[in-house]
Nanobody, 120 residues
């Protein structure tokens, strides 16, 4: 079955770095765009970064541009979010998402999330 498993969250000081990973299984990874979302307490889930099927195109929320980098490995079936210059407002649960459709089977899958806490 489709599975997305995030890892790498934790507590980090402001200005620090963290690397999140998402391991995918149960579907043909390279057929789908991948994204990272986050949800802070009391707020709606928001898109952080996205990457196209073969990594040629990426997009970022304005709030993370220049600080976060999304990448994917279509051999290892993983997507990574490298986060640097972290701020307290980056504190959230981070979710991995796989999404796509025609000509491939429609998919909109989520991981269970990993908590990132930025605090001194």
């Amino acid at each position: 079955q489709v599975q997305l498993v995030e890892s790498g969250g934790g507590l980090v000081q402001p200005g620090g770095s963290l690397r999140l990973s998402c391991a995918a299984s149960g579907f043909t990874f390279s057929n789908y765009a991948m994204s990272w979302y986050r949800q802070a307490p009391g707020k709606e889930r928001e898109l952080v970064a996205g990457i196209s099927r073969f990594g040629r195109s990426t997009n970022y929320a304005d709030s993370v541009k220049g600080r976060f980098t999304i990448s994917r490995d279509n051999v290892k079936n993983t997507v990574t979010l490298q986060m640097s210059s972290l701020k307290p407002e980056d504190t959230a649960v981070y979710y991995c998402n796989a999404k796509g459709g025609s000509p491939f089977p429609s998919l909109d899958a989520w991981g269970q999330g990993t908590l990132v806490t930025v605090s001194s």
